[in-house]
C-alpha cells in the first residue's frame, strides 16, 4: 500500500469523527459566548471543549482504511489515463484503441484489487503491468521518429509500430486473463449461492 500523503492526511482528519465532535462541542462553546454565558476565558473554554470531543471518541479505522484503498485506486487509473492523455496524439490509433480497452479493464479490477480480491500472485501481475510494463513500452515506442517506427522493419519482418500493437496486445492479454479468473470466481460464487437458495427454501413434501 503507498504512503500516506499530505492530502490523505488532511482527509483523515477532517472526516475523522473525532474532528467532528470536537468541532460540535466548540461550536456549542462558541455558542455559550454569543449568548452572554460565558466572557473570560472564552477562547480556552472552546479549545477545551475540542479537545474533549477529540479524545473522548476512538479512532475510525474502518474510514482511514476506505480512504486509503480509494486514494490508491484514484492513483492506479488516473495514471494511465494521464498515459493515454499524453501519449494519445504521438500513437497510431489501433494503440489507442488497445490503451483504452486496457483501461476498462483496470478501472473494472481496482476496485476488487485494493479490496483484497484477487489472489496475490494476480495482484502483482496486475501492478506490473499498469505500472511498470505499460509505460515503458509505450515511452519505448514514443522515442522514435514516427517515421521511422511506421516504415522500417527492425524484427522478424515487422515494423515498429507492428511491434508495439504485438506488445499491448500481449499486456491486455494478460489483464484479460486475470479478470476472468476474477470473473470466474464470482460467477461460481453466484451457482453456490443459487444451490444454497435452492436448498433452503424448497418445499418438503411430507406426504408419501
Known amino acids: 500500500m503507498q504512503p500516506v500523503t499530505l492530502k490523505m492526511r488532511g482527509l483523515l482528519f477532517l472526516y475523522s469523527t473525532q474532528n467532528l465532535v470536537g468541532c460540535l462541542l466548540a461550536m456549542g462553546g462558541l455558542g455559550l459566548f454569543f449568548s452572554g454565558l460565558i466572557a473570560d476565558w472564552w477562547f480556552p473554554i472552546v479549545v477545551g471543549l475540542y479537545a474533549v470531543g477529540w479524545f473522548a471518541v476512538p479512532g475510525d479505522k474502518e474510514l482511514e482504511l476506505r480512504i486509503r484503498n480509494e486514494t490508491t485506486q484514484s492513483d492506479l487509473t488516473e495514471g494511465i489515463e494521464e498515459l493515454i492523455d499524453k501519449s494519445r496524439s504521438k500513437l497510431p490509433q ?92 464470482d460467477a461460481d ?20
Open 189 to 208: 460464487a453466484l451457482v453456490v449461492n443459487g444451490r444454497f437458495l435452492q436448498e433452503k427454501f424448497h418445499a418438503v413434501s411430507f406426504i408419501g
Open 94 to 185: 489501433e494503440a489507442v484503441d488497445r490503451l483504452l480497452q486496457i483501461r476498462d479493464v483496470v478501472v473494472a479490477l481496482a476496485p476488487k484489487l485494493f479490496a483484497g480480491g484477487i489472489a496475490m500472485n494476480s495482484s502483482i501481475s496486475l501492478l506490473n503491468a499498469v505500472n511498470r510494463d505499460l509505460p515503458e513500452t509505450v515511452q519505448n515506442y514514443l522515442r522514435l521518429p514516427a517515421a521511422f517506427a511506421t516504415l522500417h522493419v527492425i524484427d522478424n519482418g515487422k515494423t515498429c509500430k507492428q511491434l508495439l500493437i504485438d506488445q499491448l496486445d500481449l499486456l491486455s492479454g494478460q489483464l484479460s486473463k486475470i479478470a476472468e479468473s476474477v470473473y470466474k470466481e
